[in-house]
């Protein structure tokens, strides 16, 4: 029999940041060639097609993260899921799954058949929204676009078949982190990853746009995907499985739903805090704007990716920790993830602040970052935000959120700041930056690290969900 949770050791963290370097590298070895071969236009569209892609990511609406949480309570040994907290796991049960003989095998099939039929109604969704309002948005937004316009075009059909696909097959990348394949998910990232780049800086060489970026992500996302199943439908995982009969999965569904709704909803409170300056932003300022602010972003998402790497590894064993109340392994790795978030926001903002613009002039790019107080500003406001994100996941390892509601009402300030900032003020790019900082700062950016360290080091009562 397999296994529960899987070791997560030194080696995936290590593992898990040749990842994040290699997926930051491969995007920092790209982007020379988009600076330098496509017009600021151009660039423009890209970072509106990227901010798209993340917005259609949110048709998950809190499922993944949910099945690949309640994946690793499997794991650890669970024998049913809950609606909110986590099943008691007897010692002697949590001692058997370390052996390998005691992983509910029921659960676990249909748990799977759960997920592939959830994923299948949302990528469903996510074609149909993408061909009606997607298309009649892109086409409004090209009105404005000097460049290639079949060229952005065939980008567009691609983005839309690159969505749908990742998004139907999103349920592989629960899989890995639920069971705690960290060391070969980031390898496949790794390849993954080589393979766009390479095909990328091919095609554009060729004399293709915008559509040899996103047929590129397309080709890696189906690579991506067919390495992951690889990995998890081992021969012995297979005859595990066909072994046993599937528990209901519409049973499932009623355990995870609730607590995946109110991850939809906080994702979809963030993606108005984090994403809607880009496409509301584009309907007031010019694309050049538009590319200087997108960059600058994509930017501090690097540090985002990097600050966050060791929360990321260690995922699964935080479902595990709440699984077997382990109190003290909850606050060491709050401190490790904290430690070392602070100390890449620093270091890195810092960097990327200060010399930022030389690296641009060197590969001669034809879009620079934003000037230095506005950049200083959002890499603060992005400290911020990614340490009260962290805090959430940690409460979120116990199988609670209490911060959907907050969530959505800093999602809606922001909105109504930048309609404000931008169309009342006309603070232009200012506006686009301090919308969702100051939606943030309100609340959520001190509320949650203080419910987390209350929790783990004063013994504070959890927060209830509301």
């Not at 074609?127 to 948005?137: E, K, N, P, S």
């Not at 997108?294 to 935080?318: D, H, R």
């Amino acid at each position: 029999m397999t296994k529960g949770v899987e070791h997560i050791g030194k080696r995936d963290v290590i593992w898990s940041y040749a990842a994040t370097f290699f997926w930051v590298g491969s995007g920092l070895l790209l982007f020379p060639f988009i600076l330098n071969k496509m017009p600021a236009e151009t660039v423009g569209i890209w970072n509106i097609f990227q901010t798209i892609s993340v917005m259609v990511a949110i048709l998950d609406f809190g499922f993944q993260p949910s099945f690949a949480r309640n994946l690793s309570y499997i794991f650890s040994g669970v024998k049913s899921l809950k609606k909110e907290g986590v099943a008691t796991l007897e010692v002697k049960d949590a001692e058997l799954v370390k052996t390998g003989v005691q992983v509910d095998y029921g659960l676990l099939k249909g748990t799977l058949l759960a997920m592939q039929r959830l994923f299948r109604l949302i990528s469903l969704a996510a074609f149909v929204l993408l061909a009606t309002a997607g298309t009649a948005y892109f086409m409004y937004i090209l009105d404005k676009y000097n460049g290639d316009r079949t060229d952005a075009i065939v980008g567009w059909v691609l983005l839309i078949s690159l969505n749908c696909y990742d998004l139907y097959t999103l349920y592989y990348d629960a899989l890995l982190r639920g069971k705690g394949y960290v060391r070969r998910s980031q390898q496949i990232v790794i390849l993954s990853q080589a393979v766009y780049v390479a095909l990328a800086i091919g095609l554009i060489y060729a004399g293709l746009g915008l559509s040899a970026i996103v047929a590129s992500r397309l080709v890696a996302i189906v690579l991506r995907r067919v390495l992951s199943r690889r990995v998890f439908f081992t021969r012995e995982m297979e005859e595990a499985l066909s072994g046993v009969k599937a528990d209901d999965p519409k049973e499932i569904m009623r355990a995870i739903y609730p607590n995946a709704i109110k991850i939809g909803l906080t994702q979809l409170g963030s993606l108005a805090v984090n994403k809607s300056a880009m496409l509301i932003g584009a309907a007031f300022l010019t694309l050049e704007e538009v590319a200087s602010y997108g960059i600058t972003l994509q930017m501090l998402e690097i540090l985002c990716n990097c600050s966050t790497v060791p929360y990321k590894a260690f995922s699964p064993k935080l479902a595990q920790c709440r699984a077997e109340k382990d109190r003290s392994g909850l606050r060491h790795y709050y401190l490790v993830c904290e430690s070392i978030l602070l100390a890449i926001w620093v270091a890195g903002g810092s960097v990327a602040v200060l010399f930022g613009d030389d690296v641009l002039r060197l590969i001669k790019s034809q879009t620079m970052f934003l000037p230095t107080a506005m950049f200083a500003v959002m890499v603060g406001f992005h400290l911020l935000e990614d340490n009260q994100s962290m805090a959430s996941g940690f409460i979120m390892s116990d199988n609670r959120i209490p911060f959907f509601i907050p969530s959505l009402l800093s999602g809606a300030a922001t909105v109504v700041l930048l309609w404000l900032f931008l169309d009342v003020l006309n603070w232009s790019v200012w506006g686009m930056i301090l919308a969702p900082g100051i939606a943030q700062l309100a609340y959520q950016d001190w509320k949650w690290p203080s419910v987390i360290i209350g929790e783990l080091f004063y013994n504070h009562k959890k927060q209830k969900t509301f």
